[in-house]
């Protein structure tokens, strides 16, 4: 925290509060964040936004897929869960915002997982056959988009589902997932697409289901829980990094210029779901809050296309144990570098306990403004407008509101955040 107080030191500006007999003035941190799920220092990156793609033709969830040559693909997954597997493979071309239905795979499954290594997209394990009956697959098999067919391969050692699987240097590793819920592994298995072959490396330092993992300068870094782990192929080696909030299964996960979002997920009693979004900036080896998702959301593909995010099916709450979930037709798209960052721009004194707040915002989102007289160590508390509540509907970019502040105290410090 000592170079966030520096930075927020730096940042303060302090006006008059009270006439100048008084000497009372109020300091405003110009700070902004971008969820109320952790402290930003004041320059952070832009929130991001969200928009919609066309739907998906059919819903899905515990599916999986990846991108190849701008072409975002979903693979196999359930609907509703306890139907039998899927084998349906869809494509979708952002330049004619349009999908095509591809060549079933040959092994319907869910719980599987896939990436593409030289344009060929290799779909790992999973589970298949009739709900409550389900057998855990070591199966592989391999697609060519440029022709539309479909290869067997060499199975993977461990069978599992619920599992990871990223690509570095032409490499695919299979990470954690289960042979059987709710166990953990640790197992990590690679291969080699040139030599069709398969080989055990370092195991995780502990178990992990419903993972999700990226690649990031080399590195893969595996999250599940509030646990994060960066494995180097080189040195063949796992290192445990900083841990993230709140705990969560099934998180869905993508890399632009060289930082990892995170979103969604669920509760690890199962019985909960996530809008959340998470930055994780692996040189810093931090993470910090992006804008919420337009809705709950978990084990859905996720892609990237030209620096956007591609979010496609999954399921709004896990369904075994939850009633009316929803399966999701809906594409959402996050670009990282949308949206505007709240700013305070100026305050004014109306009287003795009411302080007139203008901030740079965006019309139709809802904002609050924090106080502390405490910089360094806070307790930050929401404050209350003079409409009434503590929070404000934004009808424009420039937003103003009049905000209630107690009288007795020397310094102040302000902040707005996105709600």
């Known amino acids: 925290m000592k170079e966030t107080n520096e930075k927020l030191n730096e940042t303060a500006t302090l006006l008059s509060r009270h006439p100048a007999k008084h000497r009372m003035r109020i300091a405003i941190a110009v700070l902004s964040i971008a969820s ?93 056959g009739a709900w409550g009956a389900q057998v855990v697959l070591k199966t592989v098999e391999a697609y060519d988009p440029k022709t539309d067919t479909w290869v067997t391969k060499a199975p993977m050692p461990t069978g599992r589902g619920l599992h990871a699987a990223c690509t570095v240097g032409g490499i695919i590793y299979a990470i954690g997932g289960t042979a059987s819920w709710p166990s953990r592994l640790s197992t990590v298995e690679a291969y080699d697409p040139k030599t069709n072959q398969w080989t055990t490396k370092r195991s995780l330092p502990k178990g992990i289901v419903f993972p999700t993992a990226s690649v990031a300068n080399g590195l893969i870094y595996a999250f599940m829980g509030t646990d994060t782990f960066a494995y180097d192929p080189q040195t063949d080696q796992w290192t445990a990094k900083s841990q993230h909030s709140p705990w969560s299964y099934g998180l869905m996960s993508s890399t632009v210029d060289g930082t990892i979002y995170l979103f969604g997920g669920m509760t690890e009693d199962l019985y909960g779901s996530y809008d959340l979004s998470l930055a994780y900036d692996p040189t810093q080896d931090r993470f910090s809050a992006r804008r919420k998702m337009p809705r709950t959301r978990l084990l859905s593909v996720c892609g990237v296309i030209d620096g956007k995010i591609y979010l496609a099916g999954g399921v709004s709450i896990e369904p075994v144990v939850n009633p009316n979930p929803v399966y999701y037709k809906t594409v959402d798209v996050f670009d990282p570098q949308g949206g505007v960052t709240p700013q305070i721009l100026s305050l004014a004194c109306e009287s003795t306990n009411h302080v007139r707040v203008a901030w740079q915002g965006e019309a139709g989102l809802r904002y609050g403004v924090q106080s502390t007289t405490k910089v360094a160590n806070g307790p930050w508390t929401r404050i209350n407008f003079s409409s009434g509540g503590n929070s404000f509907l934004a009808t424009n970019s420039l937003v103003e509101a009049t905000c209630l502040v107690p009288t007795a105290d020397t310094n102040r410090f302000f902040r707005v955040l996105e709600l």
């Open 36 to 128: 109320c799920l952790c402290l930003l220092p004041p320059a952070i990156a832009a929130p991001g936004s969200w928009t919609q793609a066309a739907d998906l033709p059919s819903p899905a969830s515990a599916t999986s897929g990846c991108v190849v040559d701008g072409i975002v693909y979903v693979i196999g997954g359930l609907y509703p869960y306890n139907a039998l597997p899927l084998q349906a493979v869809w494509a979708y071309d952002p330049r004619t915002n349009s999908w095509t239905q591809k060549k079933d795979m040959p092994t319907a499954r869910r719980f599987l997982s896939a990436t593409a290594v030289d344009g060929i997209i290799y779909v790992i394990g999973g589970t298949g």
